[in-house]
């Protein structure tokens, strides 16, 4: 299909869905409206660039009417987008509901793409996260490859990176969110993920864990390097005492959830790393969500493991990886375009999408928990 | 030869029926037996061990010192008290150091001088286990048995003064319990490093105990001979509440390389908050009727039903443990908890598993070996494990389980204790023998502490009394195997897999030093005694039931032996009880003793009949038969010595194979016996021994001792013979080709049994017998007087001395160190060993020696097995023929591999 039959006239939109197993992640491309005339500028060689914002909505994957409600009010009745890229079950209503057909993306394969966007073309993307200090990290484009990706979803994949479209998946763990949330759900009575994080801001694992010092009366087994407060066995306390479950804070609980899950996952990823010599680890995920305590304890366990020597370090977009892969992956359908973010080239990011004259882009709705918009450009040949 | 096919007897081996049950017993003159159930102590005497000692440390044994020395070292965790005590038993032979005995240590160049060391004590080890919220019964056991009284250092010689005793004690509860130990039994406690412990238990336990490690993939036990010379480096995973993984490079090196807090603690501790469940047991218990599927997240669940097989995931694969539980609007209570308990137990394993191989990849290590009390045997445990091992390492590597591995902490506790010198024992030198209860504690809590006979007997018919007797085996459907893996879901659950059932027992480990690999084996290493495989489901149910049916007929026999008193039928009763439980335990349970042979079978037997002192069933039958045998001997001799040398060499052969099947158990030859027409029925026998036999190397054979053409043979140095039953059999068929090969000026060293096993001769009934054969023979008189066999006989003053000719050669007996109707030849008397320094010819007769067992053994030297397969399942499967068909195999020396 030859690019030039789309007509690309003044507002430009397009979008991408992930559709996990607990939510949906959406990117969509938004045009500034304040560009000359068509918001295309002509460069150089041909291409025109359009200038844009690329937004970030997220969706209870169980709420997907409400999702979908947003993409038909919001951004079809604007861009007449025909094919979203998405990666997704196949039991959802969307073409009966939005008249549209998905592009099905594979996941991993969005995922890959999105992570190498996000780390090529957006300064500060990544950070590390220690001891309450983020800090972010400059990464030399040159210098990206290879790296290991953790993303923690409802399970846990690890991907070993080594190039655009290289990567392999090297391991995983069923211990992810899922199992964070579903057990957090069975102990807590907690109807959200939020909730249950919200939760265990507040609590104390030492109530419920078992930590070193319990086993050698409190003192270190320095013998090992074992401090008096590492947890020895999670949820181990809870075999001893004549306790039942209504006994114990859901606080309580769910911080040792929390952190038994983040410490098995920081555990396996060094591990991971180390096998391979991988000197950066980026963790992806809802799982993460920017929440300082989940990022806190992986950031932890790897420090612990690798005894400093390597670090955690996450995405500002995390939550996004496989939409804005999928979202970058419409260059498979097309040809040459290229979308341009605001400092750099993207490459490889390609548009498949319609113009719609009478586009006008609302932002985002109050129930989304958006990320930060994408200043870009895009390339258009 | 009667009796074929319509009338088959005792198909293991030739043995009497009970045609003699009235017989009155009749004591077996020199018989000092010891009633012990365990393997012969030899040499083991006072002044021996001082001897030795001296060599190393002034430790000596005072040799007024009670007979019973213990110590014992203890693991006290937070669920179970493992507690592991030695107990030396001054049961050896008492004065078996006779003349005889003397007189071969001089003729083998045996003395006190350049006798190999002992540096350990004879005796047992045995393990308990209690439950530490029990901890007083334990504290009633140590105080029963005395233990605590013991100096902790029984090799040293000072003594303690009471009330300063030490036990060495590992595991959280060394400081929870000192004070108590020291107000019940007024010992103090010694603690000891835990990972220290564990590592040098696990050390000691893979290098000394044969077949100690076995995988466990997909319902199925293998067990795995370690080379001890290759154990290191390996990586050890300690689960117990937390998980410790452990890379250990020797004995002592030893790090901590990781772990992980999701272990044991973890499964209990959600577990019981998630299900309510009472015991660790009572979970592990739900999980066997679990399915995970309801509660966990699988691949399949998210792409739709498809595999996500790009990245190798299958749709059944666990994508998020638990991760059901988030979506659908269910409470704690809509769950299952065997679903629950499921679901824990393999995300929990399985992670195990994967950080475990994660570090062995690591450290480039190949063998994982598991353990602690998260394991404890339970079979689904051990398949997840291995399943995430095998999958992540794409089966580089093995993930492998201890058959002692509740005890590792508490080994490595009591190998703490100085100069216990076990550092120095070999596989060889243990023993590990099943007690009559192990079918019923089923590797679990050991029951009360069982002092003497009668206690056992009680306990017997208690369990008679309580309906819970165990009968007998039938043969069971196969067990299907879990087909589960890591992440997929079982294909049966429960049925297949009872948690208890897979728990293997642990038996006491009888350390006995003198005990040696017989030197002739061409590979030690690669040596296996067993001929039939009973890892094979058709042949171990064939076998057991083999035995059980023929167990009557054995009570019988072994009643009659004592006279039939009151006493003996009710110990009879009981063995029967005990031995068929631990048929019925094994029938369930093909692994619980480890591997299996048919060797340790029919040895179980025989220990379960002295552990209620039944010394020598078979004693009046044995003697009747010798009695009869030698009656008739002259005139077998007189006629061999008719006949032309190679007429003789066959006849001698097939003397022997006649010899071997002669009546035993067939009841129409029994009735000719009785007319007592003995050489004729052996002729008749010998006579009806058609070449060519089923495996025929007699020519070879004959031309190895008669040459061919002008070529003539050197004659054989030194010749083993491994004699097998009394009476015809030694007397008809082994003496003779004995006395073929002193005549021809070769020494011959007769190999009997050191106890008692059905009507096999003795070591010690053979002088007996070779004494009353020389009397009508000079050959076997003068061999006997030089071998010292007859040192106690009538010496005929003109013989004496006077005809030293070239050719005459001594006739010896020595005991080849076990009690059994077979032969495992990695652990003989050092008698044995040192007799067969000098030979060049082994020659093995009878079922149980060169059939059953050694059949397929290499020697360093010419070897001739000799046998009538007595079985017709074991001489189609054997040598592709039929029952009575004869074995004459004879096979140059095995050269070695370098």
């Not at chain 2, 030396?88 to 003395?111: F, Q």
């Not at chain 2, 003697?623 to 061999?640: F, G, I, K, W, Y």
Request: glycine share 10%; net charge negative; aromatic share 8%.
């Amino acid at each position: 299909m030859d690019p030039k039959d789309y007509c690309f006239s003044t507002q430009i939109s397009h979008l991408a869905l992930d559709i996990g197993g607990t939510l949906i992640k959406l990117v969509y491309f938004s045009p500034n409206g304040d560009n000359s005339q068509d918001g295309s500028i002509v460069v150089g060689n041909g291409c025109s660039v359009v200038k844009g914002r690329l937004c970030f909505a997220k969706f209870e994957t169980r709420k997907i009417d409400d999702c979908l409600d947003f993409i038909r009010f919001n951004i079809l009745q604007h861009s007449g987008v025909q094919h979203p890229n998405g990666t997704t079950r196949d039991k959802f209503p969307v073409k009966e509901k939005l008249g549209i057909v998905f592009d099905k993306e594979d996941e991993m394969h969005s995922l890959v793409s999105g992570v190498n966007f996000l780390l090529k073309t957006v300064p500060r993307e990544a950070f590390t996260y220690l001891d309450g200090q983020k800090e972010f990290v400059q990464i030399d484009h040159n210098d990206l490859y290879p790296y290991l990706l953790v993303n923690i979803g409802s399970g846990v994949s690890m991907i070993k990176v080594d190039g655009d479209g290289k990567y392999e998946r090297i391991s995983g763990t069923s211990l992810g969110g899922g199992t964070f949330l579903g057990l957090g759900k069975l102990l807590t009575k907690c109807k959200s993920f939020d909730e249950l994080l919200e939760l265990s801001h507040q609590g104390n694992n030492r109530v419920i864990d078992m930590l070193v010092g319990d086993i050698y009366g409190g003192t270190d087994y320095s013998k090992i390097g074992l401090s008096s407060t590492a947890i020895a066995s999670s949820f181990g306390k809870a075999i001893s005492d004549g306790k039942e479950l209504e006994d114990y804070q859901p606080e309580d609980v769910a911080r040792s959830l929390l952190r038994m899950i983040s410490n098995n996952i920081g555990q396996i990823a060094y591990l991971n790393a180390l096998r391979f010599g991988l000197k950066r680890i980026f963790f992806g995920g809802f799982f993460i969500r920017g929440l300082e305590y989940t990022m806190d304890t992986i950031s932890v366990a790897v420090h612990f493991w690798s005894r400093g020597e390597a670090k955690a370090m996450f995405l500002r977009h995390e939550g996004f990886l496989g939409a804005l892969g999928a979202f970058t992956s419409y260059k498979d359908q097309s040809h040459s375009n290229d979308l341009k973010p605001h400092h750099q080239a993207v490459q490889r990011a390609v548009l498949k999408c319609s113009g719609d004259d009478s586009f006008r882009h609302t932002l985002v709705a109050a129930n989304i928990n958006d990320g930060e918009a994408i200043e870009c450009s895009i390339n258009l040949v | 030869m009667a009796g074929r096919g319509d009338d088959e007897h005792d198909p293991i081996l030739d043995e009497a029926k009970s045609s003699e049950r009235d017989m009155a017993p009749s004591a077996l003159p020199g018989t000092s037996i010891h009633r012990s159930g365990s393997r012969p102590q030899l040499d083991l005497s006072k002044a021996e061990i001082q001897g030795n000692f001296e060599e190393r440390d002034p430790t000596i044994l005072l040799p007024n010192q009670s007979d019973d020395i213990s110590h014992l070292a203890l693991d006290i965790g937070g669920s179970l008290i493992k507690l592991l005590y030695f107990s030396r038993h001054e049961d050896y032979y008492s004065n078996d150091g006779d003349k005889r005995k003397k007189t071969i240590k001089e003729r083998l160049g045996l003395s006190n001088g350049n006798l190999r060391s002992y540096p350990v004590l004879g005796g047992r080890l045995h393990f308990v286990k209690f439950e530490t919220h029990k901890i007083n019964e334990c504290l009633d056991f140590i105080h029963s048995k005395q233990l605590h009284r013991r100096d902790p250092y029984p090799w040293s010689s000072k003594t303690l003064p009471l009330g300063t005793g030490v036990i060495k004690v590992t595991g959280g509860g060394a400081y929870k319990f000192a004070d108590l130990f020291k107000e019940r039994l007024g010992v103090s406690i010694e603690k000891e490093d835990e990972m220290h412990c564990l590592v040098s238990g696990a050390n000691f336990l893979l290098k000394a105990i044969r077949h100690e490690a076995y995988t466990h993939m997909e319902a199925e036990k293998e067990f795995i001979q370690i080379d001890p010379n290759e154990l290191y480096p390996y990586l050890l995973v300690n689960v117990g509440s937390g998980v410790s993984i452990i890379k250990v490079d020797g004995e002592g090196k030893f790090e901590r390389v990781s772990g992980t807090n999701v272990g044991g603690g973890t499964y209990w501790g959600l577990g019981r908050l998630l299900t309510k469940c009472k015991s660790f047991d009572e979970l592990l218990e739900l999980s066997q009727k679990g399915d995970n599927s309801t509660i966990d997240m699988l691949v399949g669940d998210i792409y739709g039903g498809m595999d996500y097989s790009k990245i190798g995931l299958s749709a059944s694969t666990i994508a998020s443990s638990f991760g059901k539980a988030i979506s659908e609007n269910k409470e704690l209570e809509d769950y299952r908890p065997e679903d629950i308990s499921l679901s824990l137990l393999r995300m929990i394993s399985y992670n195990i598993g994967q950080i475990s191989y994660l570090n062995a990849l690591r450290f480039g290590l190949k063998r994982i070996f598991f353990g602690g009390f998260f394991i404890r045997g339970h079979a689904y445990t051990m398949d997840t494990i291995s399943f995430a091992v095998h999958f992540w390492s794409k089966g580089e590597m093995q993930a492998m389980f201890l058959r002692h591995e509740g005890f590792l902490g508490a080994m490595g506790a009591f190998m703490s204790y100085e100069k216990h010198g076990l550092d120095d024992l070999m596989s060889h030198q243990l023993v590990e023998r099943f007690p009559m209860g192990a079918p019923y504690t089923g590797g679990n809590i050991h029951g009360p502490p069982l002092g003497d006979l009668n206690e056992k007997i009680s306990w017997m018919e208690k369990f008679v009394r309580r309906g819970t007797e165990i009968t007998a085996p039938v043969p069971m459907t196969p067990s299907k195997t879990t087909g589960l893996g890591g992440f997929d879901v079982p294909s049966s659950r429960g049925s297949a897999l009872r948690s208890d059932a897979s728990a293997l027992n642990v038996g006491v480990l009888h350390l006995v030093p003198t005990l040696e690999v017989f030197p002739l084996l061409a590979d030690p290493k690669m040596y296996e005694p067993n001929t039939i495989d009973l890892s094979d489901q058709g042949e171990r149910e064939y076998w057991l039931k083999v035995l059980s049916e023929h167990l009557p007929d054995l009570v019988d026999t072994a009643v009659a032996s004592e006279g039939g008193t009151e006493d003996a039928k009710r110990r009879g009763d009981a063995f029967a009880r005990a031995f068929s439980a631990h048929l019925a335990r094994l029938m369930e349970e093909p692994a619980a003793y480890g591997k299996l042979g048919l060797a340790n079978l029919l040895e179980l037997r025989e220990e379960c009949l002295r552990e209620f002192q039944f010394v020598d069933a078979y004693r009046s039958i044995k003697l009747r038969e010798n009695e009869a045998s030698l009656a008739v001997l002259p005139d077998l001799l007189e006629e061999l010595d008719s006949m032309s040398e190679e007429a003789r060499l066959l006849t001698l052969i097939e003397g022997v194979l006649a010899a071997n099947i002669f009546d035993w158990g067939s009841r129409a030859c029994v009735d000719l016996y009785h007319k007592g027409t003995i050489i004729e029925i052996y002729r008749m026998s010998r006579n009806k021994m058609q070449r060519p036999w089923r495996v025929d190397d007699f020519d070879a054979f004959k031309e190895r001792m008669l040459g061919s053409g002008d070529k003539q043979p050197h004659r054989h140095k030194r010749a083993l013979l491994f004699v097998d039953n009394s009476g015809a059999d030694v007397i008809l068929g082994m003496l003779p080709l004995a006395r073929e090969f002193l005549r021809r000026g070769s020494e011959v060293v007769l190999v009997a049994n050191s106890l008692p096993a059905l009507n096999d001769v003795t070591a010690m009934e053979l002088p007996d017998i070779v004494a009353g054969a020389a009397k009508h023979c000079d050959i076997l008189r003068r061999a006997a007087e030089m071998g010292g066999l007859l040192v106690d006989a009538m010496v005929n003053p003109g013989d004496d001395g006077s005809k030293n000719d070239s050719t005459s050669a001594p006739l010896m007996v020595v005991e080849n160190g076990c009690g059994s109707p077979c032969i495992d030849l990695r652990q003989v008397s050092s008698e044995l060993a040192a007799a067969a320094k000098d030979a060049d010819l082994v020659v093995l007769e009878g079922m149980g020696r060169a059939l059953h067992t050694n059949f397929n053994a290499q020697f360093k030297c010419e070897a001739l097995k000799l046998a009538m397969v007595k079985n017709q399942r074991l001489a189609e499967k054997l040598i592709n023929g039929n029952i009575y068909d004869s074995v004459c195999r004879y096979e140059p020396p095995t050269l070695s591999q370098i």
